[in-house]
Structure formats: structure tokens, C-alpha cells
């Protein structure tokens, strides 16, 4: 849906502006003029990923729904979509961003309000699904019938590598816009990352009659501008 994360981009017009001037003095970096010397590109990276200059990358988009329905404490993960495997390092090492933007709801009811939001949405790292799952050429994203759940890569302790991006609120009684937490650079989910992983989006719910439903979601990703 094109107003998912449309309040994030608001009025680009300063922001433009402010990345226009950025690119144009890292360009001079580089270059150098005649009275200094051009700067080594290790260093005008350093300065740019300092500066969180990043330019946006193409949206991943969920064409389906999904719902994850709790009938007890159990935790309900479903795998609703995911981006493409990342297929170089350098493009893991140049990643600056991700963010989940989703229409959803959950059950509409709360019985005990005091107790908190059990549905939830998670971003976690995926093995790569072989070529039996993997996407079509051209689809941006992937779909799901199945959990996912075996496809969650582990820490070395053991910990599945998923971390929460945000909770359906009590109140909220109908679908509504809701935008995921930043996941930058400095986040552990990105120092786990290897060549051929995916980051999967995953609708979550627990205790009896919670549901987590998405409606429509976009992961936006950045990378740091070189």
C-alpha cells in the first residue's frame, strides 16, 4: 500500500535538500580540489556512515494477508514474507536500516486489558529457503504457507536470532497503520547476517483467543550512501 510508511517520508523538501548537500561534499571529498588533496574512500565512508547519510532501497511488500491465532501460552509464529537472499557481503556490510510498516489488527477484544499486547510482529534471519522455495525471478517479496519457524537461524548459545519490531495496541479495535521500531546498523540483528540469509517478517500471538492479523506490510531498507 503506497500509505505504508507515507507519515515517515512527510515533507521531504528539507531532507532533499539536506541529502543534495551531503552528496555534493562527499563528492569533494573524494575528488579533492586544487588546494586539497582527495581523501582516501575508507575514510569518506566512515564520514558518511557517521553523517547517516543513506539512500532507500526497494521496498519488500506483502501480497497476502496472514494470520497468527493463540489458543493457549504457546507462542503462534507465522512467516508472512521476506526479502530476497542477500547475495554479497557488501551489500550486508552497506545495509544503514530496516523498518516494518503494517494495516493490521488483533482480535478486537481484550479480556484482561492491565496484562498487555499479545500480538505482536517479529524481523528474523532466515537460512536460505533452496530452490524449492525460493522466490520467482522479479518477486520482491516471498510468501508463506507454512510456520517458517525451521528456517530461524541460531545464535551459537542457542537463542533464535528474531527480535520483536512491535505490538498490536490493547485499545486498538479495528486495522490501523502501525510503523515497526528502527532496526540501524548498530542493531545485533545486522553483525548476524551472512551471505545468502533473508530477514523474514513474522506475525506472532499468545494466550488463548489472541490473534495477530497483517493486512498489508512493506519492509523498507537503507543503505549508507557511497
Not at 517520508?9 to 535538500?17: A, C, L, V
Not at 580540489?33 to 526497494?58: G, M, Y
Not at 481484550?110 to 522455495?133: C, R, T, Y
Amino acid at each position: 500500500s503506497d500509505e505504508l510508511g507515507h507519515e515517515q517520508q512527510g515533507d521531504r523538501s528539507g531532507e532533499d535538500e539536506l541529502y543534495v548537500w551531503f552528496r555534493t561534499l562527499i563528492q569533494h571529498l573524494i575528488r579533492g580540489t586544487p588546494t586539497r588533496p582527495a581523501l582516501p574512500i575508507e575514510i569518506v565512508r566512515e564520514i558518511s556512515r557517521l553523517s547517516h547519510l543513506t539512500v532507500p532501497l526497494e521496498d519488500v511488500n506483502a501480497s497476502t494477508q496472514i494470520t497468527a491465532h493463540a489458543y493457549s501460552q504457546q507462542v503462534v509464529r507465522r512467516l508472512w514474507f521476506e526479502t530476497k537472499p542477500f547475495e554479497s557481503l557488501a551489500f550486508i556490510n552497506n545495509l544503514a536500516t530496516l523498518q516494518l510498516f503494517t494495516y493490521c489488527e488483533h482480535q478486537g477484544w481484550v479480556s484482561m486489558p492491565d496484562h498487555g499486547s499479545w500480538s505482536w510482529f517479529e524481523l528474523a534471519i532466515l537460512k536460505n529457503a533452496g530452490p524449492n522455495q525460493a522466490p520467482e525471478p522479479g518477486d520482491s517479496a516471498q510468501e508463506h504457507k507454512s510456520s517458517g519457524m525451521e528456517r530461524i537461524k541460531a545464535h551459537e548459545d542457542g537463542r533464535p536470532l528474531r527480535w520483536v519490531s512491535h505490538r498490536i495496541p490493547v485499545p486498538q479495535k479495528g486495522p490501523a497503520h502501525l510503523d515497526g521500531s528502527l532496526f540501524d546498523a548498530e542493531h545485533e540483528l545486522f553483525s548476524f547476517l551472512e551471505v545468502g540469509d533473508s530477514v523474514g517478517v513474522f506475525a506472532c500471538a499468545q494466550f488463548g483467543a489472541w490473534r495477530c492479523k497483517g493486512l498489508e506490510g512493506v519492509l523498507k531498507l537503507e543503505k549508507f550512501y557511497e
